[in-house]
């Protein structure tokens, strides 16, 4: 997927690549049974940085969570070890690392709404001196992170006479961080005190000094406000990083990183008139090579590529991706289920991965006449529309995510279930997941579905869950248990999804 023609040919003579059998890795947050989830802590963005050494998620209250890897600096040492180590099968390991509060919830006194603290979406910004970067946003307010390890600061010294300490046979008080005795740090100045006869004759001032003990610590550099009438969405670092997009239901935004007070509005879909508005934006995404390039997904299912060469305002779009809608086919439920989620660039850029409420699909952005793949998630569910409309399930919002090496892709479904999907031409990997300590627990195995292709007059290839097991008509799902966030390590087999307050993290 990644290669050219040589790469296709060898690709074509060995096969596609087998089957990944995955394996439980970590637990973040683990619930214990019967344990109810607070609203505030359920996950709401899981966001890899490019290194994969860092992992950041934000939840419904607010709060961003850092984690950083530990096995590959753990795993350091000779030649030889490093030789006999297998690293096919390494276990990726994460720990905590910190965590700080993001936005805090609102109010918009002059349209009388209330703005929720959600981290809708966290991305990672290019490090700097040692330092973490990262962009999170809520409904309205984008906010750029410096995370920093800083040495603490101490005061060393109190308004005492240093010859008096000398001679004392006392030890020296333990100072705490504030250069209070350890023992006497409320109230330091109480009645055991008593000034010297003549008082003190000189006063000395308190040192700072700095320890070398660290402590990491998160610092808002900027506040992106004010720009968005709709709810934020999405955003987008550009490949040059210094600018980044972010886009609501009617508008993409182009920011400056160094420039908070000022954004040039490129896309804007709003009508003259608001009844003649026929789809919104759902998700845009910056080219991962050309700083000059993005896309965008809207609510009718289709998927615009734009180059911001072409004008300052990009009404008119470069490419437009979308299915023709089959004959015969179109019902009440045809636009809800049509509305794209999510929208993934491939590492190399030749890709673009979206994700719809029914299923997964890959476009190339050389071929805008269809998807070039399509995998059902969500196929088994269409008896059930009805009900889903009902209860708003059918409004959920999936995300999707592929690998490092595009080989494969993945989205998550009810029940805390998750899809993988082979991409390599004559793949029929197609593995359902439990987001849980055994993840191969309700394994569901499915055949590939074949190719609806005659010849090659399309080349489109579905494959999916057409009758999975027990659950065909889908009354086996808990649709109050969803798995709508995840992510995948650039450079590895590694998947970290949320399920509801838990960071679940799985390698193969």
């Known amino acids: 997927m990644n290669g050219g023609d040589d790469a296709s040919s060898s690709a074509a003579t060995s096969g596609p690549p087998p089957s990944l059998e995955w394996r439980f890795s970590q637990v973040f947050g683990e619930r214990t049974a ?230 040039f509005n490129i896309v804007d879909v709003k009508p003259t008139n608001m009844e003649d508005l026929t789809e919104v934006i759902t998700s845009a995404e910056f080219h991962p090579i050309h700083c000059n390039m993005l896309a965008y997904s809207s609510s009718k299912g289709s998927i615009r590529l734009i180059d911001m060469r072409q004008s300052a305002l990009c009404d008119s779009h470069t490419k437009l991706f979308e299915e023709p809608e089959a004959p015969g086919s179109r019902s009440f439920f045809t636009e809800i289920i049509a509305s794209i989620s999510d929208i993934k660039f491939s590492k190399d850029g030749r890709y673009i991965l979206s994700r719809d409420y029914m299923t997964l699909k890959l476009w190339d952005i050389n071929m805008d006449s269809g998807p070039v793949a399509s995998y059902q998630v969500h196929e088994h569910l269409r008896p059930r529309l009805c009900d889903l409309y009902e209860n708003d399930s059918i409004f959920d919002k999936f995300e999707c995510c592929l690998s490092g090496d595009g080989l494969r892709v993945a989205t998550g479904s009810y029940s805390n279930l998750f899809r993988v999907f082979g991409t390599s031409p004559g793949s029929t990997e197609a593995a359902t997941l439990e987001a849980s300590k055994n993840p191969m627990r309700r394994q569901i195995q499915t055949p590939a579905r074949p190719s609806r292709s005659i010849g090659s007059m399309t080349r489109v290839v579905r494959r999916g869950s057409e009758s999975p097991g027990a659950e065909a008509n889908g009354n086996a799902y808990d649709f109050t248990t969803k798995l709508l966030h995840m992510a995948w390590h650039p450079t590895e087999n590694s998947i970290a999804c949320a399920a509801a307050n838990s960071l679940y993290m799985y390698y193969a």
């Not at 950083?68 to 753990?74: A, I, V």
């Not at 350890?182 to 040192?207: E, N, W």
Request: aromatic share 8%; with cysteine.
């Open 34 to 263: 019967g344990e109810e989830v607070q609203e505030v802590d359920i996950i709401s963005a899981i966001e890899f940085d490019k290194s994969g050494d860092h992992l950041a998620t934000g939840d419904r209250g607010g709060r961003v969570v850092l984690f950083e890897r530990t096995d590959t600096k753990e795993h350091g040492g000779s030649r030889r070890d490093l030789e006999e180590t297998d690293y096919a099968v390494r276990h990726p390991e994460f720990r905590y690392k910190t965590e700080f509060q993001s936005h805090e919830p609102e109010f918009d006194y002059l349209k009388s709404l209330e703005i929720e603290e959600k981290i809708n979406k966290i991305r990672w910004c290019q490090p700097a001196n040692g330092a973490l970067f990262l962009l999170c946003t809520n409904d309205k307010t984008i906010k750029y992170w410096k995370v920093q390890e800083k040495k603490i600061k101490r005061i060393s010294e109190m308004n005492i006479d240093p010859s008096k300490m000398e001679s004392s046979s006392n030890p020296p008080p333990q100072l705490v961080a504030n250069g209070l005795p350890a023992d006497k740090a409320h109230g330091y100045l109480t009645k055991d005190f008593s000034f010297p006869p003549g008082g003190i004759p000189s006063l000395r001032l308190p040192v700072v000094v700095t320890s070398q003990d660290t402590n990491l610590v998160a610092r808002c550099r900027r506040v992106y406000a004010h720009a968005h009438d709709y709810h934020i969405n999405s955003i987008s670092n550009s490949s040059d990083g210094e600018t980044f997009i972010s886009a609501d239901d009617l508008r993409v935004n182009l920011w400056n990183l160094e420039i908070s007070n000022q954004s």
